[in-house]
């Protein structure tokens, strides 16, 4: 079955520094999602993306953080300045040709900030 | 303002047994309700799904949940659990409006006891 892969699986970075987290959302999908999880909290919407631009963004999504789909294949969430509390679990999520469809996610990415 | 409550942080059922995972849900609009699963150190699993239709729907390894628009709720049921059940589980609505962000309930923590 197809999957959502990204990478790594974990990220040490020290603040202040930038962060790229990749994700390869499943091939025919069109819709795509950021979500992050604090330790010992929900999941929290961030981003969805969609025909190339960004169709809704929570109050999390500020200006430190950015998203791309650089080809057909790959989806990045940038931080530029990380802080402590970005210290989270990010997943990507797709979903195929209609945005009611069920979103699929990937194993996330654990982000430490030091 | 969409939302989900997941009244039980903890759920403890004996194997063999019923289970029962609460959720209540606020949204405009018709909602679209989702239950997803989320083993530990991976991401969340879909369930199931309730777009329109039947108020009982089948879903993955047999989860089925009940939607009753008039207490706005979607709880998860099994006849019969299993230890391999045990995992956090997660409510998740969105509105009918386009491509709005799935809210997520906070979590149920369901352990099965052998």
């Known amino acids: 079955e197809p999957e959502v892969t990204q990478t790594p699986s974990h990220q040490v970075t020290q603040m202040g520094q930038e962060v790229i987290l990749r994700c390869v959302p499943i091939?025919?999908?069109?819709?795509f999602y950021w979500y992050r999880q604090i330790l010992g909290q929900k999941v929290e919407f961030l981003v969805s993306f969609y025909n190339n631009e960004i169709s809704e963004k929570s109050e999390i999504f500020d200006d430190q953080f950015s998203v791309e789909r650089p080809d057909g294949s790959n989806f990045t969430l940038k931080i530029r300045s990380t802080k402590l509390e970005d210290s989270a679990m990010y997943f990507c999520?797709?979903?195929?040709?209609?945005?009611?469809?069920?979103?699929?996610f990937g194993d996330g990415t654990r982000l430490s900030i030091l | 303002a969409q939302s989900v409550a997941q009244p039980e942080d903890q759920v403890n059922v004996a194997e063999g047994n019923p289970l029962t995972v609460k959720c209540t849900y606020s949204?405009?609009?018709?909602?679209?309700l989702f239950w997803y699963v989320q083993y530990p150190n991976r991401g969340l699993q879909f369930l199931l799904k309730?777009?329109?239709?039947?108020?009982l729907v089948k879903g993955s390894y047999g989860f089925e949940a009940e939607f009753n628009k008039s207490q706005t709720s979607f709880h998860l049921k099994k006849p019969s659990a299993l230890v391999s059940d045990s995992a956090l589980y997660f409510c998740?609505?969105?509105?009918?409006?386009?491509?709005?962000?799935?809210?997520f309930g906070k979590g149920t923590r369901l352990s099965v006891i052998a």
């Open positions: 999520a797709s979903s195929g040709t209609v945005w009611n469809q069920p979103q699929h």
């Open positions: 091939s025919n999908h069109l819709y």
């Open positions: 949204v405009s609009g018709n909602p679209y």
């Open positions: 998740a609505v969105r509105g009918d409006s386009g491509n709005t962000p799935l809210v």
């Open positions: 309730y777009i329109t239709g039947d108020n």
